[in-house]
């Protein structure tokens, strides 16, 4: 119990005798001695013993269990951390489960044959069981680097900030309460021990928790600085857990959201998917919208909302994002593709139109606006190419839906992407109105009829349908005769 206490709090003096609490009343937590530690962020860290919380074993990861109890048993201290903490304590089924430990990454690789080095901006060891994989950490330290050990890496010893404050590489090592306060927000400095089956809130996240607040620890512009992710990070955790974001945590985002342009573009992919597809889409763009964050993320888009703010753009865009909700509840698949297509339909619309005034053909202006819309996209978010080519996909199909005459419609209907494009013809519909809801229900009505339909369907067009456009003549050139 003695090595227990130091190894928990970080510290040489002597340790008491720990025990249950004498009131086991529901939410009594106990008072657990904190060691001086200068000028430390945190408050009293809180245990609550085995009997205080709900969470049990059988909610957790075998696979999370074996790595404690493996560290544990190597001599390493080893806890469970964060969000799967916060979510059983809520009473939500974690994603994933993650491991903290005073053991460094190559001595994880050590305990476990399973296992591999990943990360330099942060340096993790993910010990993987299958298709699980538990992401284990070495407790984060401050940015003096006083305790990196000789035997790490010179290049990894070191924290390093950019001019604004953003952290670029950080693998400084240290103790538990110095890894709590490096974490984000309160809810998430909430550790799990098997050694006693306590959990230690280093931040008030119980009572965050209880009053249903995102709360950074620290001071919230220094935080965004460190990395304007959370600024995302805060308004995910506000949707997906019904809470709301505390003022002070709330109050800088409008004026630091435009650190996100220094974000790599791949990574600002993965957190907007995550925003997107995680059945919050339509509360977490509402969201984006009222803290100025979709301008730093879609200023395309952003700037059609400001000269619109309920027009087609804002329309199209909360339907799909609505349908997107909708089908994650449903256990339906989603792509990213289709939303970023929604999004950014009109950019794309309203750059064509401008390209065939200028005298491009319907189809040359509407390439060339795919091509710049997007390029312009990817200086801020690298979305994949396998999505950027299904987007492509959908938009090009929207004007070939329209000519529906002859045999071009059992054409359409055998490409690939027609189910993608339909689809999103229907929410251009909802959006717009007017004739795309004829032309919508048309398609509805020959996707399901039989052949004897379908032509009749054909038929009925008339006109309607038909390719308007001039048809070029073709010129034959006179074959030379004899003797010229």
Partial sequence: ??????????????????????????????????????????PQVQRLSRDQHAISRKDISPNALKVLYRLKDAGFDAYLVGGCIRDLLLGIKPKDFDVVTNAKPEQVKQVFRNCRLIGRRFRLAHVVFGREVIEVATFRGHHSGSEDEDDTAPKLKTASLSDHGQILRDNVYGTIEEDAERRDFTINA??????????YDFANGIPAIAERKIELIGDPETRYREDPVRILRAIRFATKLNMHIAPATAAPIPQLAVMLKNIPPPRLFDELVKLLLAGKAFDNFMLMRDTRVLKQLLPQLDKL?????????????????????????????VTPAFIFAALLWYPVELRSQTLVTDGLSEIDAMNIAMTEVLDDIQRTIAIPKRFTLAMRDIWALQSRLTKRAGRRAFKLLEQPKFRGAFDFLQLRAEAEGGSLIELAQWWERFQFADEPDRLQLINQLGKDGIDKGPRRRRTYKRKPTAGQ
């Fill in 305 to 333: 909302l400001k000269q619109e703010p309920e027009g087609k753009a804002f329309q199209l865009a909360t339907k799909a994002l609505q349908n997107t909700d909708a089908r994650v509840d449903a256990d339906k698949p």
């Fill in 1 to 42: 119990m003695l090595d227990f206490c130091r190894r928990t709090f970080g510290t040489k003096t002597k340790a008491t005798k720990a025990g249950h609490p004498k009131s086991k009343a529901a939410g009594k937590v106990t008072q657990t001695p904190r060691p001086a530690a200068g000028a430390s962020l945190l």
């Fill in 190 to 199: 909430l550790y799990y021990s098997v050694n006693d089956f306590s959990v």
